[in-house]
């Protein structure tokens, strides 16, 4: 008997764990998109039920350390050696994944029910007991495919935990995440986080180069249905299609949240006693209005919460970007910051008034994520009504259109002034060329700009432009840097928000 034919039947059979486990039934039904769109209508008029798993439970009690020691096992990954492209691998629920989602394959637009078993995860440690506990379902999944070489199936995605996810392009480590929708972020009286309660992957052909994933979200202020189509790859591109319920009027909520860490660098290093030169998942907001602006804002650890909107009229995209890509500019051997992705969203269709928001929550570790960036409609959500968005994201090491203004933003520097009671700030332009006429634009809402000029950094090659900022008394004020070239706007809008 061949190796590769134990190892087939070993997973066939694990798999089979999954499809019949004892004394439950397996649902099924016919599935289309029209299906879940009218599911998830039908589910906005009835009350929001909350299906988190019993506080009781021991799932609930397990560590972080624990729950690490649960290892799915892999010889269980669905469509495990059937060429089809893509795996599929599921999570344990418990520690801080208490509320079960239900995972059903599609094949032949008949859905059939992925039940729960504990047969499918090897338990470390002291989660023996932990075996015998029953769930109504798994924590979430991450998919794999042959991302950076042939024949070897690398993670890629993942969806765990409300309706969060994460995903990544070629050569690349999980940083930021992104989310189906977020409700009341940084509001009163407190924000909502929907849940993907469902999801429903169709089975790829085989050699499949993507895969297409279904997802019902459920809150008590709303309701959706989406569709995921994810190809892997420089950089990972998922097309998402939504269709929002509103259970009440919802005035606050962002389609394509953005959820990122950003701790210091250049520009607030003062504040941290840190060997490491910068500490952050991502490092700037971009965004691309519709009257061709690309705008650079640095991102900001405050000390206060702080929350910014960017009005762009037919907005043709917006990303939180990682611009440093030398391991120089981290020096963390762990971590390896400088691997981390950078995520752009690219609207398709008409998405009408509104603006990006950014909000920026101070954070003293690491481990937090302070960071959350959104499309935010200008007119609120009915209760009762129908909303749709489409948009693709692009999950790679220089996904936005940005990388085609004339030049880009590649630094951002701050510090006091000698022997002055002023603010010098440095901005970084990196081009293929520099105009001789360059004129330099600054301003600021309060206080003072003082000696703004520019100059070609011979050692680098890039344009920097130097200046002083006299806050005149002011606790806040917003800076802006443009640079023309022959009357007209040359490369990005710098943003910035100086705070005491």
Not at 241 to 268: E, H, I, Q
Request: a negative charge; proline letters at 6%.
């Amino acid at each position: 008997m061949s190796f590769a034919f134990v190892r087939g039947w070993a997973a066939a059979a694990l798999f089979l764990c999954m499809a019949i486990a004892v004394g439950q039934e397996r649902p099924t039904h016919p599935f289309d998109a029209a299906w879940l769109i009218g599911r998830a209508e039908k589910l906005a008029a009835e009350e929001h039920v909350d299906r988190s798993i019993d506080r009781g439970s021991p799932l609930h009690a397990l560590s972080y350390d624990q729950y690490r020691a649960i290892e799915f096992q892999r010889g269980a990954s669905i469509w495990n050696g059937e060429g089809r492209g893509f795996s599929v691998d599921l999570f344990h629920p418990g520690f801080l994944f208490n509320v079960p989602v239900q995972i059903n394959l599609v094949v032949g637009g008949i859905s059939r029910r992925v039940l729960y078993t504990t047969d499918i995860f090897k338990y470390g440690l002291d989660t023996a007991p932990i075996h015998d506990v029953p769930a109504p379902g798994y924590a979430g999944f991450r998919v794999a495919a042959m991302l950076n070489r042939p024949a070897v199936f690398d993670e890629f995605l993942v969806f765990q935990g409300a309706s969060y996810f994460r995903a990544v392009g070629r050569d690349e480590r999980y940083g930021l995440s992104a989310r189906g929708l977020a409700v009341n972020t940084a509001k009163a009286p407190g924000e909502e986080f929907p849940m993907f309660s469902e999801f429903w992957i169709d089975r790829p052909e085989v050699g499949a180069e993507q895969i297409v994933i279904h997802a019902l979200l459920d809150s008590p202020s709303v309701t959706g249905a989406y569709t995921f189509k994810a190809s892997a790859g420089d950089p990972t591109v998922i097309a998402i299609d939504c269709v929002l319920f509103p259970r009440v009027d919802t005035a606050s909520y962002g389609v394509a949240p953005l959820t990122s860490m950003f701790l210091f660098d250049a520009t607030n290093r003062i504040r941290f006693d840190d060997f490491r030169t910068a500490v952050h998942d991502s490092d700037g907001l971009s965004v691309l209005s519709g009257n061709g602006e690309y705008v650079w804002r640095p991102l900001a650890n405050p000390v206060a919460l702080q929350v910014s909107a960017f009005a762009a009229a037919d907005l043709r995209g917006f990303g939180l970007m990682q611009r440093h890509h030398e391991f120089a500019a981290f020096e963390d051997i762990e971590a390896r910051y400088e691997l981390r992705p950078s995520l752009w969203i690219e609207p398709v269709g008409e998405w009408g008034e509104g603006h990006v928001e950014l909000v920026e929550i101070p954070s003293d570790e690491e481990i937090h994520d302070n960071i959350v960036a959104f499309w935010q409609p200008a007119e609120p959500m009915q209760a009762g009504q129908r909303y749709e968005f489409s948009y693709r994201m692009y999950w790679g090491h220089d996904p936005s259109p940005a990388k085609d203004a004339p030049a880009r933003i590649v630094e951002t520097r701050a510090g006091q002034a000698l022997r002055s009671e002023y603010r010098q700030f440095t901005v970084d332009f990196s081009a293929a060329a520099i105009p001789e006429d360059l004129e330099v634009v600054a301003g600021t809402s309060t206080g003072t700009i003082v000696d703004a000029r520019g100059l070609v950094v011979e050692a680098t090659g890039t344009y920097r432009v130097n200046f002083m900022f006299d806050p005149q008394g002011a606790d806040l004020a917003e800076l802006r840097l443009e640079l023309l070239s022959a009357g007209k706007r040359w490369g990005e809008t710098w943003l910035y928000r100086w705070t005491r």
